[in-house]
């Protein structure tokens, strides 16, 4: 008999149960005893959804992060909050968005804001995880009552759970050291820490533990080759069963390190790493469990039954009772239930799986190798309407979209002239003083704000109404901006639900769910759109809220765009054609309203790519094929402006080091980026890269409620300084502010207004 189980499961419940109830604590309206109800309410409802499973993993609920809450089960804490008093999960806040509770008492001025830990992306996906920080002075002590509490609680519902934690090479490679220290040096403590973790999972009877080595699937030196071998040796006489757990990728050459590591089984992302299973078949010993993830776990199309089966079934018939399957990675990075859409299109809901389905189509796939084909023959011959149903649609494939690809020549990427020339150009329209001061786009989302876009979504209000009461948010955050002080402004995005959702429901070829949230960190839930068919633009989406946001100011108002690689790695993307194809439609459509919006008289415009490198494939070698295509994309969108016309672009948790020369390829006349958590490493590459455009520094960390002061900012962009010249700097925050509250905005920004006007007074 097959055995089902699964990786993990979302925990922001079906209705964003967990966002709310973070944010509710966070703003001292319900007390830590409410928020830890909401928790176990959420992991019993995710457990239930989960009870047809053989297995069902334990301890990946989190109330942040979970590699922050491996920092804590290790008790790696940042040493600015190790003097911390009071409830742990306070502190644990603390290290996730610099504070806790927003509360004006005398204990949260004592025990308020620090720097929060800096934020990355998780592997290729588009969920942050909090970095683990190392130095010199890093000890490890084990504090496993989380995880314990978790099992204890599982037990009671009666869930026949697997815990799941972080492995140790995994742990130390997305780690970063603050000091200097080579990580692999706290590889031996480290090591006496995990096996206490795996002793005490021993001691409360746990039978198999997931642990999750996702490096794998990455190119490692031998050093780090070497950890994961001695990492695994020290387990071996542990007496609980670890599934060692990979996905994301392919292992390739670390196949060979597998075979070495004494594990009770492997499980391989077959969606990823399908090349992989008949090489690790033959390295697998009579014991040893195979666990392949069949279903996609980072996309929301339906499985493919007849051609899973088809390679499946052989497999299966070999490894009897050792074959496992299961998703291919968490399905942290699907939405909850595709039950709760109710206005989707009738067609196209067909072709699409959620968490929750996908572990019905898992069940499926198990009942078809235990019991037969017959078994499940009107869910096979469903699946197969489905499948058909997608591959012949005319919704999918536009020829006039295809013919258009057909007409771009080799200079559609490129500018008229030099960025030398262009400067010169700009400098003399603009006007702008040194350090020049902007936004990156989006101000405070307010209640009114969403309540005045849902009731024009759901029909309660004219589109005059409604258009009205976004000039008046408009000119509110124009005249915000005036009074500030900022050199270029912006127009806020108001009218913008998300930076992507807002571009793709006015595109030919997107769809968008209704509930169909997806944790991007913390309680910041995203809703994806789903990229099914050809991109076409059939009219303008921006030009008539920035004309009227430049008809009210003499300043210079920045037109403000997605870029066609963040669209395209922030999408549910079709995965029946190549994503540069995709990418390249995506590029035409937003070269369009560029073009629209330099006619319509806007001098400045920003196209963000805020997720150009977490499309990096996770093999170096694979790399360079894919920024050939991604800027290539970039420059086709950007690049048919005039000389005068000064292209901005955005890029977020960019460690751009490694890319910077394909990032100067792109051309855009200026590039911010988010610095404040590095305290301004970021740009250490740029003593030795000749940046040759303008760059802004990100000064003010949007992601946390904290006020950067005048002097941090100062001394931050006295940093940058010493790596860019003073005439190609500019102040900005990190990122947009949407997220935040304008008592927050307006004294930050204030701040960083004063700090460009000290700076411009320094020699």
């Not at 542990?238 to 060979?256: C, D, H, M, R, W």
């Not at 009897?320 to 595709?338: F, K, M, Q, Y």
């Not at 799986?353 to 084909?373: C, D, P, V």
């Not at 020829?399 to 771009?408: A, C, D, S």
Request: charged fraction near 20%; charge should be negative.
């Amino acid at each position: 008999m097959v055995t089902t189980h699964n990786l993990g499961f979302p925990r922001i419940g079906r209705n964003r149960e967990l966002k709310f109830a973070l944010e509710s604590y966070w703003k001292g309206q319900t007390s830590l005893k409410e928020l830890h109800q909401s928790g176990v309410a959420l992991r019993q409802q995710h457990w239930q959804l989960q009870s047809h499973l053989d297995y069902v993993p334990v301890g990946e609920f989190s109330f942040y992060d979970h590699v922050l809450d491996m920092s804590f089960t290790l008790g790696n804490l940042p040493e600015r909050i190790q003097h911390f008093h009071g409830e742990k999960l306070d502190n644990y806040f603390r290290a996730a968005r610099g504070r806790s509770v927003n509360l004006a008492t005398e204990h949260a001025q004592c025990c308020g804001g620090v720097a929060a830990g800096e934020m990355t992306k998780w592997f290729d996906t588009n969920y942050h995880y909090i970095v683990p920080e190392f130095t010199q002075a890093t000890e490890f002590n084990l504090d496993p009552s989380r995880l314990i509490d978790q099992i204890n609680e599982a037990r009671q519902e009666g869930v026949n759970g697997k815990p799941v934690i972080i492995g140790p090479v995994t742990y130390l490679a997305l780690g970063k050291s603050k000091d200097g220290i080579d990580t692999l040096q706290l590889l031996p403590q480290l090591l006496i820490a995990y096996q206490e973790l795996l002793k005490v999972l021993a001691y409360n009877k746990v039978e198999w533990v997931q642990i999750d080595e996702p490096i794998l699937v990455t190119e490692l030196s031998s050093d780090w080759q070497q950890a994961l071998v001695t990492a695994y040796q020290s387990f071996s006489s542990i007496p609980v069963k670890l599934l060692l757990t990979t996905y994301f990728g392919q292992l390739a050459e670390n196949i060979s390190i597998i075979s070495k590591l004494p594990v009770a089984g492997i499980h391989i992302d077959a969606i990823n790493g399908f090349n992989d299973i008949q090489i690790l078949l033959k390295y697998l010993s009579s014991q040893q469990v195979l666990s392949i993830g069949i279903i996609d776990g980072r996309n929301i199309w339906k499985t493919d039954f007849d051609s899973l089966l088809n390679w499946l079934e052989p497999i299966a018939k070999e490894l009897g009772e050792r074959l496992w399957i299961a998703p291919s990675s968490s399905l942290l990075h699907v939405p909850v239930d595709l039950d709760n859409e109710k206005s989707l299109d009738n067609e196209i809901v067909t072709w699409l799986s959620f968490a929750t389905q996908k572990l019905k189509e898992l069940s499926i796939i198990a009942q078809a190798l235990n019991a037969g084909r017959e078994s499940v023959k009107e869910e096979l011959l469903n699946n197969k309407a489905a499948m058909d149903s997608r591959a012949n649609s005319t919704r999918v494939n536009n020829i006039l979209v295809r013919e258009k690809l057909n007409t771009l020549n080799a200079n559609a990427g490129h500018r008229q002239s030099p960025y030398e020339k262009r400067q010169i150009l700009q400098k003399a329209l603009l006007q702008l003083p040194e350090f020049p001061t902007t936004t990156i786009g989006s101000f405070p989302q307010t209640n009114t704000i969403r309540q005045v876009r849902k009731m024009y979504k759901f029909g309660d209000m004219s589109k005059a109404d409604y258009t009205q009461a976004m000039f008046d948010e408009i000119t509110h955050c124009v005249r915000e901006q005036e009074n500030l002080g900022l050199d270029v402004l912006v127009h806020g995005e108001a009218e913008r639900n998300d930076m992507v959702e807002y571009f793709g429901e006015q595109l030919n070829g997107y769809i968008f769910s209704q509930f169909g949230w997806v944790q991007s960190y913390g309680s910041r839930c995203v809703k994806p759109p789903i990229l099914y068919g050809d991109i076409d633009r059939p009219y303008p989406m921006t030009v008539d809220w920035i004309k009227y946001a430049q008809s009210i100011t003499a300043k210079p108002m920045k037109g403000m765009l997605t870029g066609p690689v963040t669209m395209l790695n922030w999408s549910f993307v079709r995965n029946d054609q190549p994503r540069s194809l995709t990418c390249k439609q995506l590029a035409l459509a937003i070269r369009d309203e560029v073009l629209d919006l330099e006619k319509a008289g806007i001098s400045v415009i920003q196209i963000d790519e805020a997720a150009l490198r977490e499309g990096l494939p996770l093999r170096k070698s694979q790399w360079q094929d894919y920024l050939n295509w991604a800027v290539e994309c970039y420059r086709i969108s950007a690049n048919d402006v005039k000389d005068e016309t000064q292209i901005h672009t955005h890029m977020c948790y960019s460690e751009f080091n490694d890319i910077i020369e394909a990032i100067a390829g792109m051309d855009a006349d200026v590039i911010t980026i988010e610095t404040s958590r590095s305290d301004m490493e970021l740009l250490d590459v740029f003593e030795h890269f000749n940046y040759p455009n303008e760059i802004g520094p990100g000064v003010y960390d949007i992601h946390s409620p904290n006020i950067p002061t005048v002097e941090q900012i100062v001394n931050l962009m006295n940093k940058a300084t010493e790596r860019i010249s003073r005439e190609r700097l500019w102040v900005n925050p990190d990122c947009g502010l949407k997220t935040r509250q304008w008592s927050e905005v307006t004294p930050a920004l204030i701040n960083m207004v004063a700090a460009a006007k000290l700076l411009r007074q320094q020699n």
